[in-house]
């Protein structure tokens, strides 16, 4: 498995996986090029299993370009024949250091990490392990379901 910065090239792989993986939410190639656009605020990467992109994960810098970082993971999806196998682990682990290391060519450093996900999603327990994130509120019938919001606080330890 290969964690790398998504390439322009790769925009249908990414839709094909975010529409397979988010079957409730439409126009998967527009969202991916709208915000793929929007580098370095908004930051791609991918996961590539024998030449093929099976997952990715989408990094978002809130609340303007400071230089302790607010980052969110917006999403992260694995297509849904390929979970299991710790891709969307590998996303967080591998992808996380380059993130930083964007951060570092403009002195900036990562603060905390917002997370927020459907209540039912069993993906909070790789945000725990991963990043340390903790539940800090529960906001119902958000999207569609009740939505977790989680916060990881003081990352910069964080694949140190």
Known sequence: MNIRAMLSTDLDAVAAVHKAAFARQ???KEWISANFAAYPRMQFYVAEVDGEIRGFIHWT????????????????????DAH????????????LPLV????ATREAVLKHIIV????????????????????????????SADEVFMIARNVERINN
Do not use: C, M, W
């Open 26 to 28: 439409q126009y998967s």
């Open 61 to 80: 810098q809130k609340s303007g370009f400071r230089p302790e970082v607010i980052l969110e993971l917006e999403q992260i999806a694995v297509h849904p």
């Open 84 to 95: 299991g196998k710790g891709i969307g682990t590998a996303l967080i682990r591998d992808s």
């Open 100 to 103: 930083k290391a964007q951060l």
């Open 116 to 143: 927020t996900t459907r209540a039912d999603n069993a993906a909070q327990r790789i945000y725990q392990k991963e990043l340390g994130a903790e539940i800090e509120a529960v906001i119902t019938n958000l999207y």
